[in-house]
Each structure stands twice: as structure tokens, then as C-alpha cells.
């Protein structure tokens, strides 16, 4: 049997969790205040889920674009997504909500345009 | 000199959601003034996530929920006028501004709304000893130079202060390629969100050293090194307990303050609790038609709270040029244990429009309740499991209590035995 500690981050009180798993069974969470403490610990010790945001240059314009990942996407893929991101490049105009990467790294998730740049 | 109903100062959301909301009551003979090359304040940098939950139902990134009130202001048709920094303000609402378009300019106002936001506390501030090398910056410099210019500033970093600007730059260099050693706060706890500890530190292994400080920096041209040592209940370093890290670049996240120097050129009474302006419950200022709202008036944690607030400094503007002043007699609104810096410090005797207080608690509250009480008599009540100074706590008054206070109000908190 093994034991996580998770913090909860759906408000301030920000319980901290323990976890008791066996392999990739959950046995009994302890530690939570409400329901939604116990939610988010499943989801962390199955699929954590995370938005990733960042940069990507452009070319001719001094500013990159600010770009995001359209829904969360699992947390260890996160490096994955910021390597396929470091090979993109992009030409002027982009506008809001552009597709720059359609389904990163096999995740079914886009990385979309945060903003627009004009030529 | 040039006449105006209305000038705003500032393009970020505190002075566009101002602006709409004055326009939407039907001022047009007014201008947005903005120091920067486009209007959005520091939103425009602020790439991550988890803006807007309150207000719009989603969470945007902060140059998506800028957009939204740049694109709401130019369907209306409000002027926004850019690269232009406005230097002095008066009592007599005398703006004075500079462009290169347009040279000097002055502009004699009806109402003004001052909307400047607030400012990273500098280095200088700090009193670390050692070298004064490249590679210190505040976060939020280090955030401008990573997110608008492309530049990274660094390749080993440490993070002094665990403000959420620290932490979320804190991901932002390790995403994009940097090294972050570690991020040392100087109290016993993290002013951070959970959050933003979990998912901008534990979900890269960078290590949070609470009741630490950096007590020495090293280096003659750039940055090689920095010193951390652990501080006692005292705050003062302890000797014996120093770390020593090789790092080329220190970022400071330690507070934010409003930027008021044209709210003291106008004379503008200011709080020593908040830094910002004393306002009553429209957001008008000791000075009769000048308004305040946003980060200026007092720094806020979410922008919702930000356009909300604004919005009513709007409208209340627009009141006041439509129908003109109506100064009242006002009743203080007062700290009481456990409370500080609530705003507004004033609301208009026998108003009867609802009234929205907002302060930071001073400690951590469990189980507690929020208490208004005018007298001896309670007027308002807000219960929760938790208050801490880290969130901003908004207690609202019904309008039928506002219209029965008779007396001074205090707003404290209580915790139940
Ligand atoms: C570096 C930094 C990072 C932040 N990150 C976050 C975050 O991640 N999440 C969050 O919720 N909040 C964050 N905040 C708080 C954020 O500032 C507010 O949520 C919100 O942007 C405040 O809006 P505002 O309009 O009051 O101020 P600002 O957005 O600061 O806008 C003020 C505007 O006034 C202009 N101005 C100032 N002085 C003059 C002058 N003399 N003449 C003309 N124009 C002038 C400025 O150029 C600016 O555009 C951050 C603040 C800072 C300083
Ligand atoms: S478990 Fe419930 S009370 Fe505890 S931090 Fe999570 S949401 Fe808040």
C-alpha cells in the first residue's frame, strides 16, 4: 500500500489529503473538509489534468503570441506539449482563438491563439 | 485647455470597464488616457489562466479578458487614446497630459476617474545587502520580458517572496527552458494561492523555503550567486543555516502598491492602511468629482473584482455630470479586530443603494464570521469556513440597513468559541 498527500486547491481552507492506494486502486481518502476535496483527489491520483499556456515566436514581430491549450490536458504531458510548441512557427496576422497546433502531442486537445497580432 | 466631461486615467480594466459603464448611462464627451502603446493594463502580460470565473462563467487568460472590454469599448465608440502619459492632476481637475502625437496637452474635466493601477515594490525597497549586479528584476519585469518580448532573462533563477506573480513566473521560466532553484519566503507561510503553490511549484519540484530570506548576492557585472539563510520568529537571519546557491538571475515578488503620485498632486486624501485613495461607497475621493477604482484604490487579487468596481465608479460619474454633485454628510466605516484596510471608509448618510465592503483579514480566521456593527447593533453578517489575508473578503450591505444606519460603522471579525 502507498500514501499521496494531496493539498486541495478548490478554495482557501486548502486541506491537505492522504491518499491510500494499492496500485492503481484508490482505498480511502482522509483529510477533506467537503466533497470536492475528495473529487480532486481521485482526479490527481488518476489523470491530473492541467491548462498549459506560454509563447510561441513569431515571425517579423518582435512580440510572440500568447497561446493556450483549448481544455486542460494530462499533466505529464505538459513538457511534451512545450517541445511540440518549440517547433512551431508562426506568420503574421493571428488572430484570438487561431488553431497554432491542432491535437498536441496525440492529447485530442488544441493550443489556440490567446491574442491577436497584426502585420 | 481643452473641456471634457469625463477623463479617465488608465486603460486597464479598471478605467475601460469604467468607461463603459459611463458611456452606458450616456456621457460621450470623454477619453480614456493610456501610458502604454495599447490599452489593457497588466493583463496584457498576465499569459496564464484563471481570470474571469466570477464575471464571465469561464476562465480566460488575461489578454483574452483585456480583449473583451478593448473590443465592448471600441463597438461603443469610446475613445481610447494611447501613448499617452498623464503628468499632474489638480484639485481644480486640471489634467495635464504628454504625447508624441499631440505634444502637451490640457484638459479641464467635469469628473475624472483615476484608474492608474498598482506597482511591483522595487529592490530598493528590500535592503538585501551585496552587490548591486545585472540579472535582479522584479517578477512582474521578468513577466513583461518573457511574455511580450520574447526574452528570457535568465537560466538558473531564484524567486525571493512567494506572491502569486512569483509563482506563476516560477512555471513560466521552467517552461520555457530556465532552471528554478528555489523560491524562498521570508514569513512562516506562502501569501500564494494553493493553487498556484501546487500547480506552479509542487508540479515541477521547486522547493518553497518558508521563514527564509536571502541575506547576501553575489556577483560583480551579472549575478553568479545568492545567499539564503533561515530567519527566526523575529524575522532576523539565523547564523549557521545558510544555503548558497549558483544562480544568474534573482526575481523579487515581495508586494504591490497603488500608484498614486497623481492622487497626491490632485490632494487626494489617502489611506496609510491601503495605500490608496479615501473614498466614499460611489468611489468619489476627498476631492468632489475625482473618483478612484481598481489596483489605485486598493490592490485587488481578482480582476472580476476589479471591473466591478469600476463599472460603479463609471456609473457614478455619469451621475454626477448628468445631475450634478450631491455631497452629503457622510458616516466612517471603521477597522475593527482582526480587519484591515476596508473600503470604502465612508458611505453617504441616507443613501439606501447597497453597499460593498471589501478588506483583507489580518490573520487566518476559521469557522469565523465577518460582523458589521453600528454601535452595538449588527447590521450585516458574512460566515465562512475560512478568512485569510491572502483573499480579498466582500461583505455586502443591503440597501434597506444603509438607509437605517444612524451612527459610525466597524467592521470586525468574530470567531465562534
Ligand atoms: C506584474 C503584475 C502581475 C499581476 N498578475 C496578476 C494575476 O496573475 N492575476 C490577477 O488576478 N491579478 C494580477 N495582477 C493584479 C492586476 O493588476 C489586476 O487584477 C488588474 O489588472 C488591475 O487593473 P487596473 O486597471 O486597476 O490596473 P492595471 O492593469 O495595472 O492598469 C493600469 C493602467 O494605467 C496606466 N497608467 C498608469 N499610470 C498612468 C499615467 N500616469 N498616465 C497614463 N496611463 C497610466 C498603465 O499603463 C496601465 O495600463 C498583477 C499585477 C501586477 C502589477
Ligand atoms: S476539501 Fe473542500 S474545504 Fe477543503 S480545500 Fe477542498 S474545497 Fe476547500
Partial sequence: MTEKVITCINCPMGCRMTVQMEGKEILKITGNTCKRGETYARQECTEPMRMVTAVVPVEGSRMPVSVKTRTPIPK?????????LS???????????????PDVCGTGVDVIATRTLMA | MTEKDLVIIGGGPAGLAAAIGAWEDGIRDMVVLEREKQAGGILRQCIHNGFGLHRFGEELTGPEYAQRDIDRAKELGIPIQCNTTVLSVTEEKVVTCVSAEKGLEIIHARAIILAMGCRERPRGALGTPGTRCAGIYTAGTAQKFVNLEGFMPGKRVVILGSGDIGLIMARRMTLQGAKVLA????????SGLNRNIVQCLQDFDIPLYLSHTVTNVEGRERLTGVTVSEVGPDRKPIPGTEIHFDCDTLLLSVGLIPENELSRTAKVELS????????????ETSVPGIFSCGNVLHVHDLVDFVSEESFKAGHAAADLILHGAKRSDTIRVLDGEGVRGTVPQMIRRG?????????????VYKNASAVVMCGDREVARKRAMIFTPGEMAVLPIPGNKVAELDGDITVKMEVKA
Avoid: Y
Avoid at chain 2, 496609510?272 to 468611489?283: E, F, I, R, Y
Fill in chain 2, 272 to 283: 496609510p492602511v491601503t495605500s490608496g485613495a479615501v473614498v466614499n461607497d460611489l468611489l
Fill in chain 2, 351 to 363: 443613501s439606501a443603494d447597497e453597499v460593498r465592503l471589501m478588506f483583507r483579514p489580518a490573520g
Fill in chain 2, 183 to 190: 523560491c524562498v519566503e521570508l514569513m512562516p507561510f506562502s
Fill in chain 1, 76 to 84: 505529464a504531458r505538459i513538457q511534451a506539449c512545450m517541445k511540440a
Fill in chain 1, 87 to 101: 517547433g512551431v512557427r508562426l506568420t503574421l496576422p493571428i488572430h484570438e482563438k487561431d488553431v497554432v497546433l
